[in-house]
């Protein structure tokens, strides 16, 4: 079984940024892909970016390519997404997940998810 915890969200304005935090507990963390997904009012959950764990190449979806960063602490059992030049649109819960079992760009493929964390971003 796997526990994951999200902290790190708040409000903040456009253009500012933010930094997430993933923690794990449980299976070993350095044998598992890890993502992050968000999902805003009305909308489905979507895809924001991946880090396997066979490589350090990680993915990103087209929206927020060159402004977020997704990084992994295999000792430490933890993830970060670090999202800068912020814009409206990634108001979200934010959402840390691990273990795929399909496509990683798809929610339904993740098998352990945290509870979220609110991100606002006001204009």
């Known amino acids: 079984q796997v526990q994951l915890a999200e902290s790190g969200g708040g409000l903040v304005q456009v253009g500012g940024s933010l930094r997430l935090s993933c923690e794990a507990w449980?299976?070993?963390?350095?044998?598992?892909?890890l993502a992050w997904f968000r999902q805003a009012p009305g909308k489905a959950r979507e895809f924001v970016a991946m880090?396997?764990?066979?490589?350090?190449?990680?993915t990103y979806a087209e929206s927020v390519k060159g402004r977020f960063t997704i990084a992994r602490n295999n000792a430490e059992k933890t993830a970060s997404l670090q999202m800068s030049s912020l814009k409206p649109e990634d108001t979200a819960i934010y959402y840390c997940?691990?273990?795929?079992?399909?496509?990683?760009?798809?929610?339904?493929?993740?098998?352990?998810w945290g509870r979220g964390t609110q991100v606002t971003v006001s204009s």
């Open positions: 997940a691990m273990y795929s079992v399909g496509r990683y760009d798809n929610s339904e493929s993740w098998r352990y």
């Open positions: 449980g299976r070993t963390f350095s044998d598992y892909s």
């Open positions: 880090a396997p764990w066979t490589s350090t190449v990680a």
